[in-house]
């Protein structure tokens, strides 16, 4: 769900600014008090009850690659998408590869349908087909498929107009190919829940004791349902354009035709795809423009990641995509690495999102310990010690570690997200990523 910039050059060496994050959160918030929690004995009894906590963030999302709302303020200070690109993957370059490559979107896994509630495809605007079947059927009329029986793994197919005339009716098993007679076709998954459930393409149902449907669809086609919904169609051009070439880029990189039944999610464990009825002329235009453009790393395409903000610093890949307990197990990828992305004046390109800078609730360290404890990987019992002092070069926490009448826990920064917003107060803000402190940051 986007040549280096003329403001600031990639640093290879960017720890110094964590010096300088470091130092400032020090100085504002008191001696480690940004970074770790944890009071002294009182009189060598028992340590004082930690004070309140509250934790100060910037960005939104992991921070790897392409910030969306970096990449609008960079398009609008007039850079163009290839230097914003260059920016958020350096050592990569621009080739073309074909627009009408085919991507694999699982629309829906595991359909149990029944003769009542039978999985159902409408053809929409003009006629359409399904392969093994010598007819054409007309716009609106409806397949429906069934089980023959409870857990049989042949199906009951019918074809019914508009209208409620049976067209056609036949016994099937394996795959079932809908397919539109012209580009003007698009297809409905009627059987999915959702107002957005038509698309361009063809159909693959896969029947065993459930259905799959995976929709098979040129990969600019594709585009057309993705990139007006990782990014708003209102903002500018040239962001529009980068967002284009790292969703092509992210999408053509996962394809592997020759195994399995599909290459992408139609969700967020891929780019979110919302089918015909999310394009907008805005975005089309983007994706006409640079059609086929992707990016590549020497003859590989890239791995274009993107997230919403980066609130001024991307982070190296090794940093974020680490254990549950935060050690390092990824390679560090060249075009991943972690730069600033502050203009001129410091402040950051991603200044209009929501998140640029949030905070959560405040909590007293036994309500943060009740939260926490709901959780095996962070429980710890009464809260002693919070320490938020390993992080990556961006700041981000690669991981936390927590102290308390149990014992002591490290885990990754990303674990004590997921284990906080599950289970923090559902009223409260969560944490949007992991690049947060016990003080704001600068």
Known sequence: MLPT????????????????????????????????????????VNPPPLPDITFFGRGYGHGVGMSQYGARGRALVGQLAPAILAHYFPK???????????????????????????LTIVGKLSDWTIDGIAKTFPADARVTLAPTASGAATWALK??????????????????????????????????ATATNIYRGFFRVHLATTAIVVNHIAIDRYLRGVVPVE??????????????????????RRIHSSSGLYDLYD???????????????TTTAAITATSAVTLMSGTAIVNALFHSA?????????????????AIVSTPVSYLRGSSDRAPDATSYDKASPYATWKTATYTAAAMAAILALDPQTNVGTLTAIDLSRRGVSGRLISVTLTGSLGTK?????????????????????????LFALAPIP
């Open 5 to 44: 910039s003329p403001s600031r050059r990639f640093r290879s060496r960017p720890a110094p600014l964590v010096a300088l994050v470091v130092a400032v959160l020090l100085t504002a918030s008191g001696a480690g008090s940004a970074f770790r929690i944890a009071p002294a004995a009182a009189d060598g």
């Open 92 to 118: 990569t370059t621009l080739l073309t590869r074909s627009a009408t490559t085919t991507v694999r979107v699982l629309l829906l896994n595991a359909f149990a349908a029944t003769p009542a509630s039978p």
């Open 159 to 192: 074809v019914v107009s508009a209208t409620g005339t049976v067209l056609h009716t036949t016994t099937v098993s394996g795959d079932v190919y809908v397919r539109p007679v012209s580009a003007n076709t698009v297809l409905q998954l009627a059987s999915k």
């Open 231 to 252: 990014m708003p169609s209102t903002w500018p051009t040239e962001a529009l354009k980068a967002q284009t070439i790292a969703a092509r880029s992210y999408a053509l």
């Open 267 to 281: 969700d967020t464990r891929s780019q979110v795809y919302r089918g015909w009825k999310a394009e907008a002329a």
């Open 310 to 326: 980066d609130g001024g610093w991307t982070e190296n890949n090794e940093n974020v995509y680490v254990s549950p307990t935060g």
């Open 410 to 434: 490290t885990v990754s920064g990303g674990v004590f997200v997921d284990a906080f917003n599950a289970h923090r107060p559902v009223a409260d803000p969560p944490l949007r990523g992991t």
